[in-house]
């Protein structure tokens, strides 16, 4: 079964820093990855989708790895903004079904 | 959030009530799916469609029923609500799920719609 877990489930750090959200899952028989912001009381906004065939993709200050063979992800932000403060979330598409396995996220302050 | 919407967003009905949650869509994508969203156990997907009378269950389909009858609408109806149904369900919908196009697999979720059943 697939497990998906973000670690810290809590961050906090100034504005400015650089910073990288991590997400591991237990099969690497995915077919893609993505990454979610969630505002509170609010839905999900897709940031980055990895296919499974690629390493990374990159949006703006976003940048986001992902390593198959290691089960492993990670969000990268570059002079984080107090906007950013929100959860993050990463899901993994499992190949041969329609689902998400969602981690649990991180939740991300950055104080100005 | 642009081309997908929920209705009711919030709802508090009784212990045995029908509910009836609507989601809609302008973007004619194909794959439509509602998820619930608790804290604990984070987002789970109850039911997904594939195409206009295509649905199948997903992990915590129990207790929940849906249909799509246009390509626009997905409806999830609770026959009986219960409490452990109280929560913030979130519709979603994607163009491919299998596509060699990254975008098309991109899902866009609505704003959710928080349901408590007392």
């Known amino acids: 079964k697939q497990e998906v877990t973000q670690i810290p489930a809590a961050l906090s750090v100034p504005e400015g820093e650089n910073l990288v959200l991590n997400c591991s899952f237990t099969d690497s028989a995915i077919y893609n990855l993505q990454w979610f912001r969630q505002d509170p009381g609010k839905g999900l906004t897709s940031l980055l989708l990895?296919?499974?065939?690629?390493r990374e993709q990159t949006s703006g200050r976003l940048n986001a790895s992902l390593d198959k063979s290691s089960g492993r992800s990670t969000l990268y932000i570059a002079a984080s903004q107090p906007g950013d403060s929100a959860t993050y979330l990463c899901a993994v598409k499992i190949q041969g079904a329609q689902k998400l396995v969602f981690g649990q996220g991180t939740r991300l302050t950055i104080n100005p | 959030d642009a081309g997908i919407t929920q209705s009711p967003r919030h709802k508090v009905t009784e212990t045995g009530t029908p509910v009836t949650l609507r989601c809609h869509q302008t973007e004619n994508h194909r794959y439509m799916y509602w998820y619930r969203q608790d804290p604990g156990h984070g987002l789970r997907l109850i039911h997904y469609s594939y195409g206009v009378k295509d649905t199948d269950k997903g992990e915590v389909s129990d207790g929940y029923s849906v249909s799509r009858s246009k390509t626009e609408d997905f409806l999830l109806t609770l026959e009986s609500a219960t409490s452990s149904q109280t929560s913030v369900y979130f519709c979603?919908?994607?163009?491919?799920?299998?596509?060699?196009?990254?975008?098309?697999?991109?899902?866009?979720f609505g704003a959710g719609s928080r349901l408590t059943v007392l």
């Open positions: 990895i296919q499974s065939s690629q």
């Open positions: 979603a919908i994607s163009e491919s799920a299998d596509s060699v196009s990254s975008g098309a697999n991109v899902l866009t």
